[in-house]
Structures are given as C-alpha cells and as structure tokens.
C-alpha cells in the first residue's frame, strides 16, 4: 500500500483501514511518504506532468515486481476511485482464461476503461466498434488494444513474464503515459488485451481537466458513488470510522422526500443518496391515487 504527494488525509484513511483490515491479507507493504505533498512541475492536484507519470509507472513496476517475486498466479490493478459492484468480479475474469483481461467499468457518459483503436501515434482513435460494446449491444469479450484503470494480469502464463510499465521499452516512442507504455508493452510481448462486458462490472468517474482541483474530484466521485447507488448498495468500509456528513437544504426552506410506504426499498436507496449529497429532507408518505 503506496501513498504519496497528498494535500489531503488519504495516508491517515489508508493507515487506520490497514490497522483494522491487514489480517485478512497474506501479505501487506506499506510505504507511505508526507513528503513532498506536490510535484515540482504540475499545475496542480489533477494534472499530469512527467515526474507523475514517471513515479506511477515505477510503483506500478514494483507492485508487477513484487507480485511475481511472491509467486503469485494473478494480480489485479484498480484505480483507488474504481467502484467493483460485481462480487464475483475476479472470479468471473480469471473464468475468461486470458492473459490480460479487463472488466467493462460504466461511467456517466461514454467513457469507460478501454479503447477499440490507437492511433499510429499511440492516442485514442475512434472506432465504430467502441459505442456498441460501451452500451452493452454486443456482449462478450472482446479482442482490443487498450485496457487500463481496473486489469487482471494472468502470471502463470510465460507471455506476462515481458510484460513491463517501467522502463518503457526500447524501441517505445509514444507519449510519457503510464497506459499507453503498458499497452506498448503488451503489443511487443505478444500479449492481447481484452474488456469484457457479460455482466455489469463497476464503475469508475469521468477523469478531470488538468485545472480542476481537489473539491472538483471529490464532487465527481459522489456523482459516480450516487450513478452506482441505483443498483447497489454502496456502503462505506467497515474497517474505517465515517463522520456523519454534514447536511444543508441548498438555500431552501424544505428538500421533501416523497416515498409510498409499501416501497422500503426506493425510500432506504433515496435517503443513502440524499446523505452522500449532503441533503437535509424531510420524508413525506405518499398515498396511491
């Protein structure tokens, strides 16, 4: 467990979830460093200059590294503000018996964790394929260029064995880009990336401008939090301690919550919602008619 360059409390969240969860793990490393809360070249929390790039591609490397030194048959990569809804999730990817293998993650609009194309530059290329896999209109799991964000690596199997984030590789000439080096690499060892979309996965945010900060991240994380809240139930860790949000009305008099009563369901799922949100409302019992 990495953590590094925050301007928030995420090394007092990781720490204190490491204390009351590590015995369920084999093995934990934890390497947590205050300083520097920034890095020298970027314009701020959201954006990403080389050095970012640089320091994820190498802790990317040691976690690969450390992985196949303990002789483990799989490891899974998920961003931190991934969302796996789908319990069965490594089961169901280790089933599809590929190397490489990514679950399709939603968002709230065409993005998602994958590309159908690259350009000869090594950038997203539009591709007619993307939209009906992205909307679920062709399922399976399907052969393409570019997973990232959440990927299940097979290392049993000899081709992972090339695969690499840092040093990108010798003949590698593509943007300083931590999924675009990987996706390189998986290219030259002969490794096919595939994204499956059978079932429903998780989810993951739309990713920020290089100007937006930390609020804006964490406004867009309850919007992901809230999308995922439709099907799942979404609840904080059992190992961390959560404050009560604080809540307000928006500047109104009354936000009211009408809800039949028979419908427990939609009331519980609504009133979760409405605390992620900050909202303060008053429940109003709704009568048929």
């Not at 809360?37 to 040691?62: C, I």
């Not at 500047?251 to 427990?264: A, H, P, Q, S, Y």
């Amino acid at each position: 467990a990495a953590t590094d360059h925050n301007v928030d409390n995420t090394t007092a969240i990781l720490r204190e979830w490491l204390k009351n969860a590590q015995h369920l793990y084999h093995y934990v490393e934890w390497r947590p460093m205050e300083e520097p809360r920034s890095y020298t070249d970027e314009w701020g929390p959201k954006h990403w200059p080389p050095s970012r790039f640089n320091h994820v591609m190498k802790l990317r490397q040691a976690a690969l590294k450390a992985a196949r030194e303990r002789w483990a048959d799989y490891i899974l990569f998920a961003d931190s503000d991934n969302l796996l809804t789908n319990p069965r999730v490594l089961n169901l990817l280790m089933a599809e018996n590929t190397t490489l293998v990514a679950p399709m993650l939603e968002s709230r609009s065409l993005y998602s964790n994958f590309w159908c194309g690259i350009s000869p530059q090594g950038y997203y290329k539009r591709t007619p394929d993307y939209q009906p896999i992205r909307e679920w209109k062709r399922l399976g799991c399907f052969p393409i260029p570019m997973v990232h964000s959440t990927f299940l690596l097979d290392l049993r199997r000899e081709a992972s064995r090339d695969l690499a984030f840092y040093p990108p590789h010798p003949d590698y000439s593509w943007a300083f880009d931590d999924i675009m080096v990987f996706a390189f690499s998986a290219r030259q060892a002969g490794v096919q990336m595939y994204v499956c979309n059978r079932e429903h996965y998780g989810f993951l945010p739309v990713p920020l401008k290089a100007q937006q900060n930390v609020e804006d991240e964490s406004e867009s994380f309850i919007h992901t939090i809230t999308e995922a809240m439709i099907d799942h139930d979404i609840e904080p860790s059992q190992y961390l301690y959560t404050p009560h949000s604080l809540q307000d009305r928006m500047g109104f008099d009354e936000v009211f919550l009408i809800n039949l009563k028979r419908r427990l369901d939609r009331r519980t799922r609504m009133l979760r919602t409405m605390d992620v949100l900050g909202l303060q409302t008053t429940l109003i019992v709704a009568v048929d008619g």
